[in-house]
């Protein structure tokens, strides 16, 4: 029997690798998709054009504020395994947004929760919570660590957490919460740390200039500290969290934690600079109250999972930063010849 999975946020970062690994497993795939008056399938549709893939994904407007159109693509999909990954996912923009954050990240999930409960119970439920829930508490984190959110994000995420737990509790759904550290991709949203990063390291070697009037790369607070993996990797783990005899809530992490300096450090120097000549501070990028370090203990997936990150940060950078250059037409060896 073919395993049909509901994909929520398919066409962000995680959504679009998750996807690629249920259709590589032969499931048949769903996924949730916003209307957008621009283009915002740059991730989901080469998958979804990929012969390989005709017939096998099916993509539905709806919106995790707009229960009926939720309930519409539970009926419709009658999926055996739904992965809730949209959300509003900035942290910063939540300060600025922290209504339409809680509506989507925290009823949202509720919303996704109750029509499955309605129309798919014995589906079995993935929530992407996130280490962001533990905030101030000072690493390791695990399952069991107290939870400080710092960010109206991390308190709506901290909601949809404890709201997975209940129906698994109270209903008897195979609800899991996945508590993932920083992870990161060519994929990933160009506002995120990183992956601003490695665009700016690649164009200031390829063309000389970040972009904007100064040419340099603006940033915040260089001494927060991340947990930062490959993505590819953790939606395997994701995977591996609706496969188990009994639902448990797990953290996936590296246990590596880097300075946002550090990251600057292992981009730059992989095309031959000097990062402090290129990176200035702004406070606009410093938030209202800062997460000072997250830095995961992912033993317990290590355990009962089998999942464990293999990409060290310094592999993470470097294959960003390549394939940043790759779009630009250059080369990180070409790169570093020229600077
Ligand atoms: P992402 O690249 O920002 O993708 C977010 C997805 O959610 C996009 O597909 C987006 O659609 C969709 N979305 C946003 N608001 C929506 C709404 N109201 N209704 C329906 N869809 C909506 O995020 P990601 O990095 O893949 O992360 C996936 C999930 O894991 C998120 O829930 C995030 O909070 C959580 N998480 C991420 C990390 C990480 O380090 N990446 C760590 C822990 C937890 P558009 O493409 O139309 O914008
Ligand atoms: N985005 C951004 N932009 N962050 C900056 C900048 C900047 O210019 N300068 C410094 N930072 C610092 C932030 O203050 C934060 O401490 C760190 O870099 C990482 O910021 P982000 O890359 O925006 O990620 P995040 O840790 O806030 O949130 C990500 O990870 C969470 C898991 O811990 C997002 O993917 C969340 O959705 C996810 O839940």
Same mark, same amino acid.
């Given at each position: 029997m073919t395993k049909r999975a509901l994909i929520t946020g398919i066409t962000g970062q995680d959504g679009s690798y998750l996807a690629e690994l249920l259709l590589e497993k032969g499931y048949e795939v769903h996924g949730l998709v916003r209307r957008s008056s621009s283009f915002n399938r740059a991730r989901i549709d080469p998958i979804y054009l990929h012969p390989d893939n +005709? &017939?096998?994904l099916s993509l539905h407007y709806g919106d995790l504020t707009d229960s009926t159109s939720l309930t519409n693509i539970v009926r419709a999909a009658a999926p055996d395994e739904v992965y809730n990954l949209a959300a509003q996912s900035h942290v910063a923009v939540s300060f600025e947004m922290p209504e339409y954050t809680a509506s989507a990240? /925290?009823? #949202?999930a509720i919303r996704l929760l109750e029509a499955v409960r309605q129309h798919a119970p014995d589906a079995r439920f993935y929530q992407a919570?996130?280490?962001?829930?533990? &905030?101030?508490? *000072?690493? *390791?984190q695990h399952e069991g660590t107290h939870f400080h959110p710092r960010s109206p994000y991390g308190a709506a995420k901290l909601h949809a957490h404890w709201a997975t737990v209940n129906y698994r509790e109270a209903? #008897?759904?195979y609800a899991v919460s996945g508590i993932l550290?920083?992870?990161e991709s060519p994929r990933r949203g160009e506002s995120f740390v990183t992956r601003k990063i490695s665009l700016a390291a690649a164009r200031i070697a390829a063309t000389g200039s970040a972009s904007g009037a100064t040419g340099a790369l603006t940033l915040g607070n260089l001494d927060a500290i991340r947990d930062w993996g490959y993505a590819a990797e953790y939606v395997e783990g994701m995977w591996r969290m609706l496969q188990q005899d009994e639902p448990a809530d797990f953290v996936l992490a590296? &246990?590596?934690g880097s300075t946002v300096r550090d990251f600057c450090e292992l981009a730059f120097s992989h095309v031959g600079l000097d990062w402090r000549d290129h990176v200035v501070t702004d406070p606009r990028f410093v938030r209202p109250a800062e997460v000072p370090e997250l830095v995961g203990d992912a033993s317990? +997936? /290590?355990s009962e999972l089998g999942w464990k990150a293999t990409t060290s940060v310094g592999e993470l950078a470097r294959l960003m930063v390549d394939a940043d250059l790759a779009a630009l037409g250059a080369t990180s060896s070409a790169a570093a010849e020229r600077a």
């Open positions: +005709a &017939g096998r990240d /925290a009823i #949202g919570s996130t280490s962001e829930m533990f &905030g101030l508490t *000072p690493p *390791p209903y #008897g759904l550290f920083n992870h590296t &246990g590596v317990h +997936a /290590a």
